[in-house]
């Protein structure tokens, strides 16, 4: 079974920065895409960043310039660098994957933004 585990959050103030990290029990090379997403307090959820096989990027709109999304295949992770964070990107950051026909996702790691 593939997993992929999510680590690197905690409680941050307005302004600081975390990294993420996203490791998989398998090879990334395979993998049609990955992706961070987030689940709010509201329980909305929501779109951070992806990245495609060939490396393209996208960012939501509201992480645009403050988040950057990055894979290292030979370590089989992939991180999300967020800087300048804000209370509202508080939530239960989790990472997926397109492999295939098949959807992967993490259990999450919690990101609380607060003063």
């Known amino acids: 079974q593939i997993k992929l585990v999510e680590s690197g959050g905690g409680e941050v103030q307005p302004g600081g920065s975390l990294r993420l990290s996203c490791a998989s029990s398998t090879s990334i090379f395979s993998f049609k895409a990955m992706g961070w997403y987030r689940q709010t307090p509201e329980n909305e959820r929501e779109l951070v960043a992806t990245i495609t096989a060939g490396g393209t990027t996208n960012y939501a709109d509201s992480v645009k310039g403050r988040a950057t999304i990055s894979r290292d295949i030979a370590k089989n992770t992939m991180d999300l660098q967020m800087n300048s964070l804000k209370p509202e990107d508080t939530g239960l950051y989790y990472c997926?994957?397109?492999?295939?026909?098949?959807?992967?996702r993490g259990q999450g790691t919690q990101v609380t933004v607060s003063s």
């Open positions: 997926r994957a397109a492999l295939g026909a098949t959807a992967l």
